[in-house]
């Protein structure tokens, strides 16, 4: 049996708002994915098989980890995550060994620069797929 998943993407962006937007024109309620925002508190519920489910917290809250509960057949999975992200900017030697073993190419040894990712919870889009 095919299930229909909801895709949640967190919409990353500079302002703050004391109330987080939720866009749900992409998410259909004919699926068997369940949305519903309380308060700060967007849960996603989905079957999983066999009369059990899947349940995804996340807290909206803009001071508060964004995972606040992972769930897999009424168990906890995870709890208080929030995802740290690191861009690492650099180059690539494709002109050495004319280019057939980039594979192999040493990318630690060469020059780079990383920077933390910060984003602000002020937006959520559903969408289910």
């Known amino acids: 049996m095919k299930y229909i998943v909801a895709s949640i993407l967190i919409l990353l962006s500079v302002g703050s708002r004391a109330q987080t937007s939720l866009d749900l024109s992409g998410y259909s309620k004919k699926g068997e994915a369940k949305i519903s925002l309380k308060e700060n508190l967007l849960t996603a519920t989905w079957p999983t098989g066999h009369n059990e489910s899947g ?6 809250s803009k001071d508060k980890p964004l995972f606040k509960s992972i769930q897999m057949h ?5 709890s208080g995550l929030d995802p740290a992200f690191i861009l690492t900017i650099g180059k690539r030697d494709l002109i050495s060994q004319n280019g057939w ?5 040493k990318v630690p040894l060469k020059p780079h620069e990383s920077y933390t990712v910060n984003f602000e919870k002020d937006s959520a889009s559903v969408r289910s797929e």
């Open 55 to 60: 349940k995804l917290v996340l807290d909206l």
């Open 74 to 78: 009424d168990k906890e999975i995870a």
């Open 101 to 105: 073993n980039i594979f192999f190419d």
